[in-house]
């Protein structure tokens, strides 16, 4: 498990390179969050226009169904929201990373994962994920994504829901990663800073559509903050 550990925290060095950022050491965990009940499907997003900008462009609004035996979450639940949400069996680990100068932990249901990091030996009661790992349809976020569907279908789906994340590097947007924006319960749309990235069945690295071969099954979806 320690391995695993270390290889989330390589990934999100990746993701940031590649998404043309830089690690920031600075991690915020002192947030004042309130309980999220079961009956708000997963929590809700704030209203503090200091916190989250909503959303007037119309190019980016989008639609999803709630579907039955489908747990919805937000991004902006913190540990405690999680865990009272989530009331199932999990396993937990942190590991000590950058000889000391931060801690990682693993908070893993099965179907999803959670990732936070934090200066603290202990995760604070506060801390929002940075990473997110969702592999069953057991639970999903503010889209409608089936885990085991087309990859190609899923990629249109988001096309036409969110906007795709730009690519400093490559001076363009790539084409398999979205900025994620959550609908709030007024239905307004408020962005987060996650970016939503599909994990495939093909152990090949797709640069275009084009080269993604049409029987390609999304295997899990991953929500992420690039590291700034």
């Known amino acids: 498990m320690r391995k695993k550990l270390s290889l989330a925290v390589i990934v999100l060095l990746l993701i940031s390179l590649y998404t043309g950022c830089t690690p920031d050491q600075s991690i915020e965990e ?9 009956e708000e499907i997963g929590g809700t997003i704030k209203d503090d ?23 919805y979450l937000s991004v902006d639940m913190n540990y405690s929201d999680i865990v009272q949400t989530i009331s199932r069996e999990h396993n937990q680990f942190t590991e000590e ?6 801690f990682y932990t693993l908070l893993e249901y099965e179907g999803i994962t959670f990732y936070f990091s934090h200066t603290e030996d202990t995760v604070s009661q506060n801390a929002k994920p940075d990473l997110i790992e969702i592999s069953s349809n057991d639970f999903s976020y503010r889209f409608n994504i ?11 789906y988001l096309s036409s829901n969110f906007r795709n994340t730009y690519d400093m590097h490559s001076e363009s947007e790539n084409f398999d990663m979205f900025d994620y924006t959550e609908v709030d319960q007024m239905g307004n749309e408020v ?38």
Do not use: R
Not at 53 to 62: L, P, S
Not at 193 to 203: M, R
Not at 212 to 226: G, I
């Open 146 to 156: 089936d885990i085991g569907g087309n990859a190609k279908e899923a990629i249109a």
């Open 30 to 38: 002192e947030n004042n969050n309130p309980v999220i009940s079961d």
């Open 191 to 228: 962005e987060t800073g996650f970016v939503i990235k599909l994990e495939y069945d093909q152990p090949d690295y797709f640069e275009s559509l084009e080269d993604m071969p049409d029987d390609t099954k999304v295997v899990a979806v991953s929500l992420f903050l690039p590291l700034y």
């Open 49 to 71: 226009e200091e916190e989250a900008d909503t959303i007037e462009d119309e190019e980016a609004d989008h639609t999803f169904e709630f579907k039955e035996d489908t747990l």
């Open 97 to 102: 990373e950058f000889g000391g100068l931060s």
